[in-house]
């Protein structure tokens, strides 16, 4: 095992567990601001960051090279949607107390990558990976017919929406940083209407006479950003596959910190469901690793 390959391992298992844990109890405790705004502030602070590192890291060329692509303009506007889509139910799910619910999303979504990679790229299928779709689909019926009250909706929504996120993002080849700059750009004028709304109607936190909580509120931006570039970072080093394996600590924290610390409650329906999943997992990463 090379420098190298260690060094991604090392990248993308600190990004991952920067999302799983740092990421989780820094908005759960800035949540009573309420998730509206919460949302908002993350698009808003997101795109500021995005703008500083374009700067630091001169990437200014590459951002115009790639707003001169139509191809590429047209699919970064629905992938921002999605991603706004995927920020705001996590958000949500954080302020609501339905962290596991959100894992369960996650946990879910490396295998509908294989899914919609075999539907929209036809990439291989073996066995085992067919195998570990269904069983995703059958812990979603499960828990369709066993109570639908306890659907984790928020789970699917995210599941689904970074699902497709990457499947869009994976038609054009451009880097992920300059990518999400310009997701935010198109998000950014929402943010700041709804952030009029918020302050003009005197439902804002975030105040100038309060610097303290301006600066904490602030950090929503560089902690979007930096997991993502420890991630991003991490799959160039050491690939697709190792990294997928090391993202699983992300929702892995996600459930700890869920059911352990924030006594979220985990019901036998959603504990036979997530069995399912976690086998699909297992079954997934052996044979991503046998490949690899």
């Not at 921002?80 to 954080?94: E, S």
Request: aromatic content about 22%.
């Amino acid at each position: 095992m090379d420098k190298e390959f260690k060094k991604g391992l090392l990248l993308a298992g600190l990004g991952s567990f920067f999302w799983g844990f740092f990421g989780v109890i820094y908005f759960k405790y800035i949540a009573f601001i309420g998730h509206i705004e919460l949302v908002v502030h993350r698009c808003l602070w997101t795109t500021f960051t995005l703008i500083i590192t374009t700067f630091l890291f001169s990437k200014w060329n590459t951002f115009f090279i790639v707003i001169k692509n139509k191809k590429f303009l047209i699919y970064l506007f629905f992938s921002g949607f999605l991603i706004f889509v995927n920020w705001a139910v996590w958000i949500y799910a954080i302020a609501t107390n339905r962290i596991i619910d959100a894992s369960f999303g996650y946990f879910m979504m490396p295998i509908l990558s294989v899914m919609l990679g075999f539907i929209f790229f036809n990439e291989k299928l073996n066995k085992k990976r067919i195998f570990s779709i269904v069983l995703v689909i059958i812990s979603i019926i499960y828990l369709l017919i066993a109570s639908f009250k306890s659907l984790p909706w928020i789970g699917l929504i995210v599941a689904l929406s970074w699902g497709f996120y990457n499947l869009l993002r994976k038609k054009i080849d451009i880097e992920t940083d300059i990518g999400l700059l310009i997701e935010s750009l198109y998000i950014l004028p929402f943010a700041l209407i709804i952030f009029y709304l918020i302050t003009s109607n005197n439902y804002n936190d975030f105040q100038l006479s309060n610097p303290p909580m301006m600066l904490f509120i602030f950090l929503a931006g560089p902690m979007t950003v930096i997991p993502l570039f420890l991630y991003v970072r991490g799959v160039e080093l050491c690939g697709l596959g190792p990294s997928g394996m090391i993202f699983y600590i992300t929702p892995t924290l996600q459930f700890l910190l869920g059911f352990f610390y924030y006594d979220e409650p985990f019901s036998t329906t959603k504990l036979v469901s997530f069995i399912f999943i976690w086998i699909a997992v297992i079954i997934y990463l052996k044979d991503l690793y046998e490949t690899d």
